[in-house]
């Protein structure tokens, strides 16, 4: 898996964009809607009290691919993605390397459940199922649009990761609704990296 990361040209889109940025990246790469293991991280902007991020001149779109769709997911650039009212213009792209981390985060996680307590006891499981031991914390609850319905996602950061389980849940996530950027996970920003 790698980082694809894309510039964009836009001034402001909703906070809860996930799955409106899916349809029109699927209208575009249509290969995408069934592709396993994609993740796509959500845009940050400076969120505004009405709901909207402001955009800065580093936006970028990134999607968390297999290294052998590269050159399928390069015709994005130039394209034009219309997110409810607002436009964003896509630019070029830069391939980003997964490096593992001591600490990742993702702010976005959703599962099954909706209490934190039911929701991080399946956390429990997952982690175990992959063979990972790390300390968890759990952060404000957020209500995303998946197209089918609005569900409960926590922010989650973990901790201690040794580099193979840090770069496998880089790689893979956790949780469900990773194509609209839940459970993608990127390096937190106070820690260094670890391994090679």
Not at 44 to 49: C, D, P, Q, R, S
């Amino acid at each position: 898996m790698i980082d694809a990361v894309f510039s964009v040209e836009g001034k402001s889109m909703p906070i809860d964009h996930g799955y409106r940025l899916l349809q029109e990246i699927v209208r575009v790469l249509p290969w995408l809607r069934d592709e396993e293991n994609v993740g796509i991280i959500p845009i940050h902007g400076a969120a505004t009290e009405h709901g909207n991020l402001l955009l800065s001149r580093r936006a970028t779109i990134t999607l968390r691919i297999k290294r052998t769709r590269i050159d399928d997911a390069k015709s994005l650039t130039g394209q034009r993605l219309n997110i409810g009212e607002d436009t964003l213009l896509v630019g070029p792209v830069k391939l980003r390397e997964l490096h593992p981390y001591v600490a990742i985060h993702s702010p976005y996680v959703t599962n099954d459940h909706n209490d934190e307590i039911s929701f991080m006891d399946e956390i429990h499981r997952e982690l175990q199922e992959m063979g990972i031991r790390c300390r968890m914390v759990c952060g404000k609850p957020h209500v995303v649009d998946t197209g089918n319905a609005k569900v409960v996602a926590y922010s989650l950061a973990l901790y201690d990761l040794p580099p193979d389980k840090s770069l496998l849940l880089l790689e893979r996530g956790l949780g469900k609704n990773r194509k609209i950027g839940c459970g993608v996970f990127v390096p937190h920003k106070s820690f260094a990296p670890v391994g090679g």
